[in-house]
């Protein structure tokens, strides 16, 4: 497995949590990372991205505000800091790099998927 995310589990309405994601350095090297979710039924959605210095975030309109990405390049780490979750935010989270340093959306690779979930 090249990438893993995991900090998934079960919160409240408003409540916080943590997502991470680690992977090899010839993934992290050069590469810009991303989180997408998905729901049952519906087709991944991007959620977060950031390029490979750590400089630049893009956030979906869905969670701007809410949501923060940042990397960690010396840990091979890349996090999704979630606040002020909402049950829409249920979902399977995964994290994915980039081809290119700077986000583009053509993906090398996906991490596995870790389960948030949000109660009201």
């Known amino acids: 497995v090249q990438l893993q995310a995991s900090g998934g589990g079960l919160v409240q309405a408003g409540g916080s949590l943590r997502l991470s994601c680690t992977g090899s350095?010839?993934?992290?090297?050069?590469?810009?990372l991303a989180w997408f979710r998905q729901t049952p039924g519906k087709e991944r959605e991007f959620v977060a991205a950031?390029?490979?210095?750590?400089?630049?975030?893009s956030y979906a309109d869905a969670v701007k505000g809410r949501f923060t990405i940042s990397r960690e390049n010396a840990a091979d780490t890349m996090y999704l800091q979630m606040d002020s979750l909402k049950p829409e935010d249920t979902a399977v989270y995964y994290c994915?790099?980039?081809?290119?340093?700077?986000?583009?959306?053509?993906?090398?690779?996906w991490g596995q998927g870790t389960l948030v979930t949000v109660s009201s």
């Open positions: 350095k010839r993934i992290y090297s050069n590469n810009a």
């Open positions: 950031v390029n490979w210095r750590g400089t630049t975030t």
């Open positions: 994915a790099a980039d081809r290119r340093p700077v986000y583009s959306g053509s993906l090398r690779s």
